[in-house]
């Protein structure tokens, strides 16, 4: 999936669902954000459902009995409000653990307005105004991430509450809106049985993996142009024949990195055939993209559905009890990108070592200026460190779904989608995935200078990247200075759109 156009400037909340563009633009760029009449509409019908409950003393969720393991114990109307504050504040207890970035705050409370403002929750206009307030005017409060198993971030959630009512949790800032007070029936609920949270820091590393997967595809045409390798394994013949639509699409995006190259004029291959990991790059990063595909639709589609419980139906006047906050098919769509990520990133870790190999590239070792003691990639021990990273890479890879094995609520909430977890550990793996195809590019670009292949032979979209690359280089004077990857692996994520990553 390539995707198009700019950022929004604007986004409103409660006419469309919210999509995952308009989520990085709220969190990166800070896009302007606003609540739609339609919104405000649902919003009040919503919560006249709730009132007319709380009015006839209907035995309901959340609304006039506790929740959890506590769900058969009713609460009387006159300590409702107190029963809401306590509540909030309960679940906001605090452990040590990595706070949310500011980016994935932001993201988190545009997707819970956004689901507010579907009128399936039941929570005060006034409430919702309090919280877009607090968006709007960048007065954020903190959020501790690492208590969720995946059936709602509650302990999160509630700490990002807190304020809401005057209390502290983390930053939580200090010249924003005024608290709204006490809490209404089902307000509490309402407010912590939310994977916001999860699906902010999700969204983003989405976001983020898109970037990685273009570079790591640049990496590979930067690398099979260093190498001098057979392009025709790349031809569109071959993506037809197979008639996967990633690889399809990869190998356009190849073949448009290597346009004008002279790859292609026959005798410059220097191999019959090359190693898989330059040979299978449109297969591997195929694959890939089709896992890309797959956790987009399901995060996309999640930004939008309902899963705090009771389910506030206001066409009918009806409340349902449910279980949407189960977060297994997030956790499977991002357990499966981060193992397509990670193979994306082995086989870079493979192509580093065969482009300084002399007995592939028919260079000197370690793409030395000669043989010899000193000089080169090996040199500056960019192998170990590519080495070092894809181990990283490859250990976040495995799959978190299935670790959760628990009994919390005397036994209530006996299984959970771990998605939280999985979210963490593809964060996890974006600092280092980053590095390798830092690394891969400037042996590429190394190989490419130590053949003195002139700029003008070379691939279309590979040329700016080597025009860049090659000056940040210590070519001829390794060992004078310490090399530092850093300004090489911020030129990269630049050059695709990550100007800062939410997550270093």
């Given at each position: 999936?390539?995707?198009?156009?700019?950022?929004?400037?604007?986004?409103?909340?409660?006419?469309?669902?919210?999509?995952?563009?308009?989520?990085?633009?709220?969190?990166?760029?800070?896009?302007?954000?606003?609540?739609?009449?339609?919104?405000?509409?649902?919003?009040?019908?919503?919560?006249?459902?709730?009132?007319?409950?709380?009015?006839?003393?209907?035995?309901?969720?959340?609304?006039?009995?506790?929740?959890?393991?506590?769900?058969?114990?009713?609460?009387?109307?006159?300590?409702?409000?107190?029963?809401?504050?306590?509540?909030?504040?309960?679940?906001?207890?605090?452990?040590?653990?990595?706070?949310?970035?500011?980016?994935?705050?932001?993201?988190?409370?545009?997707?819970?307005?956004?689901?507010?403002?579907?009128?399936?929750?039941?929570?005060?206009?006034?409430?919702?105004?309090?919280?877009?307030?607090?968006?709007?005017?960048?007065?954020?409060?903190?959020?501790?991430?690492?208590?969720?198993?995946?059936?709602?971030?509650?302990?999160?959630?509630?700490?990002?509450?807190?304020?809401?009512?005057?209390?502290?949790?983390?930053?939580?800032?200090?010249?924003?809106?005024?608290?709204?007070?006490?809490?209404?029936?089902?307000?509490?609920?309402?407010?912590?049985?939310?994977?916001?949270?999860?699906?902010?820091?999700?969204?983003?590393?989405?976001?983020e993996a898109r970037a990685l997967l273009d570079a790591a595809t640049a990496a590979g045409a930067m690398s099979m142009e260093g190498f001098r390798g057979n392009v025709q394994s790349w031809s569109?013949?071959?993506?037809?024949?197979?008639?996967?639509?990633?690889?399809?699409?990869?190998?356009?995006?190849?073949?448009?990195?290597?346009?004008?190259?002279?790859?292609?004029?026959?005798?410059?291959?220097?191999?019959?055939?090359?190693?898989?990991?330059?040979?299978?790059?449109?297969?591997?990063?195929?694959?890939?993209?089709?896992?890309?595909?797959?956790?987009?639709?399901?995060?996309?589609?999640?930004?939008?559905?309902?899963?705090?419980?009771?389910?506030?139906?206001?066409?009918?006047?009806?409340?349902?009890?449910?279980?949407?906050?189960?977060?297994?098919?997030?956790?499977?769509?991002?357990?499966?990108?981060?193992?397509?990520?990670?193979?994306?990133?082995?086989?870079?870790?493979?192509?580093?070592?065969?482009?300084?190999?002399?007995?592939?590239?028919?260079?000197?070792?370690?793409?030395?200026?000669?043989?010899?003691?000193?000089?080169?990639?090996?040199?500056?021990?960019?192998?170990?460190?590519?080495?070092?990273?894809?181990?990283?890479?490859?250990?976040?890879?495995?799959?978190?779904?299935?670790?959760?094995?628990?009994?919390?609520?005397?036994?209530?909430?006996?299984?959970?989608?771990?998605?939280?977890?999985?979210?963490?550990?593809?964060?996890?793996?974006?600092?280092?995935?980053?590095?390798?195809?830092?690394?891969?590019?400037?042996?590429?670009?190394?190989?490419?200078?130590?053949?003195?292949?002139?700029?003008?032979?070379?691939?279309?979209?590979?040329?700016?990247?080597?025009?860049?690359?090659?000056?940040?280089?210590?070519?001829?004077?390794?060992?004078?200075?310490?090399?530092?990857?850093?300004?090489?692996?911020?030129?990269?994520?630049?050059?695709?759109?990550?100007?800062?990553?939410?997550?270093?």
């Amino acid at each position: 999936m390539q995707l198009n156009g700019t950022a929004p400037s604007t986004v409103t909340l409660g006419d469309m669902p919210l999509t995952l563009r308009e989520v990085e633009a709220i969190a990166r760029q800070r896009a302007t954000v606003d609540l739609s009449q339609q919104g405000r509409a649902a919003v009040a019908s919503a919560r006249a459902v709730v009132d007319r409950l709380v009015e006839s003393g209907t035995p309901a969720y959340g609304i006039t009995t506790g929740v959890g393991s506590q769900k058969d114990f009713g609460i009387s109307t006159e300590a409702i409000a107190r029963y809401n504050n306590l509540m909030i504040t309960a679940h906001a207890t605090l452990a040590p653990g990595r706070d949310a970035p500011p980016e994935v705050i932001r993201a988190a409370l545009a997707i819970q307005l956004s689901l507010f403002a579907r009128g399936r929750s039941g929570v005060r206009l006034e409430l919702v105004e309090s919280l877009l307030a607090r968006l709007q005017t960048d007065d954020l409060p903190g959020a501790r991430l690492g208590s969720s198993v995946g059936a709602s971030d509650i302990v999160a959630m509630s700490q990002l509450a807190a304020p809401l009512i005057g209390n502290t949790a983390i930053g939580n800032g200090g010249g924003g809106p005024s608290p709204v007070g006490s809490l209404a029936a089902k307000e509490a609920v309402s407010l912590l049985n939310s994977n916001s949270l999860m699906l902010a820091e999700a969204s983003l590393a989405i976001m983020e993996a898109r970037a990685l997967l273009d570079a790591a595809t640049a990496a590979g045409a930067m690398s099979m142009e260093g190498f001098r390798g057979n392009v025709q394994s790349w031809s569109a013949r071959v993506d037809a024949a197979r008639g996967q639509a990633g690889q399809t699409r990869v190998g356009v995006a190849l073949r448009a990195s290597l346009a004008n190259s002279r790859l292609w004029q026959k005798g410059e291959a220097r191999f019959l055939q090359d190693p898989l990991s330059f040979r299978c790059i449109p297969q591997i990063h195929g694959a890939a993209e089709a896992a890309f595909d797959f956790a987009y639709g399901i995060f996309e589609t999640e930004l939008s559905a309902a899963c705090d419980n009771p389910l506030i139906d206001a066409a009918s006047g009806d409340f349902i009890s449910h279980g949407n906050m189960e977060t297994t098919a997030c956790a499977l769509a991002m357990d499966t990108l981060r193992q397509a990520l990670a193979k994306v990133i082995e086989a870079s870790g493979q192509r580093i070592h065969k482009i300084q190999w002399p007995g592939f590239t028919g260079l000197p070792t370690s793409l030395a200026v000669e043989p010899g003691a000193i000089g080169g990639v090996q040199f500056l021990n960019l192998g170990h460190i590519a080495g070092a990273n894809v181990g990283a890479v490859r250990q976040a890879a495995h799959p978190a779904m299935l670790n959760y094995s628990g009994q919390l609520d005397d036994g209530v909430e006996d299984v959970a989608g771990n998605a939280p977890q999985s979210v963490a550990e593809t964060v996890r793996m974006l600092v280092p995935a980053w590095n390798v195809v830092a690394i891969e590019m400037a042996c590429a670009v190394w190989a490419i200078h130590r053949r003195a292949l002139p700029i003008q032979t070379l691939g279309d979209g590979v040329r700016p990247l080597v025009e860049q690359l090659l000056p940040m280089l210590p070519i001829g004077t390794e060992g004078q200075r310490v090399f530092d990857l850093a300004p090489i692996v911020n030129v990269v994520k630049s050059a695709f759109g990550i100007s800062r990553s939410v997550f270093d």
